[in-house]
């Protein structure tokens, strides 16, 4: 599976942000896919997971009520929707992908994912 985020940017705090991670290789819906960020100088986080098949989500308690994963499966899409970014959402954002339709707490580790993207830079600035 190939993964390509885009959507990154300046934005400033209160700003709203929509990544997206285009996927490619999927041979079936039975995927999961996870955002992570990782700031400067710090370990990479996992954010929020989806479940192409049924549409489960997750998310951190950091970004919890702010942050929105969605999916379009017709065009192989895992969008995150960043409301009211805040100075430390400042990082380079990625998304990963595992085979499976089990969702849980383990989906915010990095070593349960197989393949990943190149990440996008999300500045929070004013």
Same mark, same amino acid.
């Given at each position: 599976?190939?993964?390509?985020?885009?959507?990154?940017?300046?934005?400033?705090?209160?700003?709203?942000?929509?990544?997206?991670? /285009?996927?490619?290789?999927?041979?079936?819906?039975?995927?999961?896919?996870?955002?992570?960020?990782? &700031?400067?100088?710090?370990?990479?986080?996992?954010?929020?997971?989806?479940?192409?098949? +049924?549409?489960?989500?997750?998310?951190?308690?950091?970004?919890?009520?702010?942050?929105?994963?969605?999916?379009?499966? &017709?065009?192989?899409?895992?969008?995150?929707?960043?409301? +009211?970014?805040?100075?430390? +959402?400042? /990082?380079?954002?990625?998304?990963?992908?595992?085979?499976?339709?089990?969702?849980?707490?383990?989906?915010?580790? =990095?070593?349960?994912?197989? +393949?990943?993207?190149?990440? =996008?830079?999300? =500045?929070?600035?004013?």
């Amino acid at each position: 599976v190939q993964l390509v985020e885009s959507g990154g940017g300046l934005v400033q705090p209160g700003g709203s942000l929509t990544l997206s991670c /285009a996927a490619s290789g999927f041979t079936s819906n039975y995927y999961l896919i996870g955002w992570f960020r990782q &700031a400067r100088g710090k370990e990479r986080e996992g954010l929020s997971y989806i479940s192409i098949s +049924d549409g489960t989500t997750g998310y951190a308690d950091s970004v919890s009520g702010r942050f929105a994963i969605s999916r379009d499966n &017709a065009k192989n899409t895992v969008y995150l929707q960043m409301n +009211d970014l805040k100075p430390e +959402d400042t /990082a380079v954002y990625y998304c990963a992908c595992r085979r499976g339709v089990v969702t849980g707490q383990f989906l915010f580790l =990095t070593n349960n994912y197989n +393949d990943w993207g190149q990440g =996008t830079q999300v =500045t929070v600035s004013s």
